[in-house]
């Protein structure tokens, strides 16, 4: 069992930023995939960003340019840091790993966006 724990998210105006975590409780957190979703309410969930154990990403057209996804392995964390907020991006944000064909979830994190 992998233990994904979210935190950051909360309250931001228009045009403001946040940076999200996640922290993973087990030390083989550095050689799997990492990646965070968003879901928002009535649609569907989206992938929004990836980031290989290598260190290799890939983002969701909606967010490119506006979100970095990093890691740090010495911390067991992955981070999502997001710029240029609008209330489109207001969703429950969560983090997840693959480990062979098992995919671990975090709690999830809410971010809304609005003035």
């Known amino acids: 069992q992998v233990q994904l724990v979210e935190s950051g998210g909360g ?3 228009p045009g403001g930023s946040l940076r999200l975590s996640c922290a993973a409780a087990r030390a083989i957190f ?3 995939p990492m990646g965070w979703y968003r879901q928002a309410p009535g649609k569907q969930r989206e992938l929004i ?3 290989a154990s290598v260190g290799s990403t890939s983002y969701a057209d909606s967010v490119k340019g506006r979100f970095t996804i990093s ?3 010495a911390k067991n964390t992955v981070y999502l840091q997001m710029y240029s907020l609008t209330p489109e991006d207001t969703a429950v944000y969560s983090c997840y790993t693959k ?3 098992v995919t671990y ?5 809410q971010v809304t966006v609005s003035s």
């Open 99 to 101: 480990i062979g064909l």
């Open 30 to 32: 550095s050689i799997y």
């Open 11 to 13: 309250l931001v105006q």
């Open 49 to 51: 960003a990836t980031i």
């Open 105 to 109: 979830w975090g709690q999830g994190t």
């Open 71 to 73: 890691r740090d392995n």
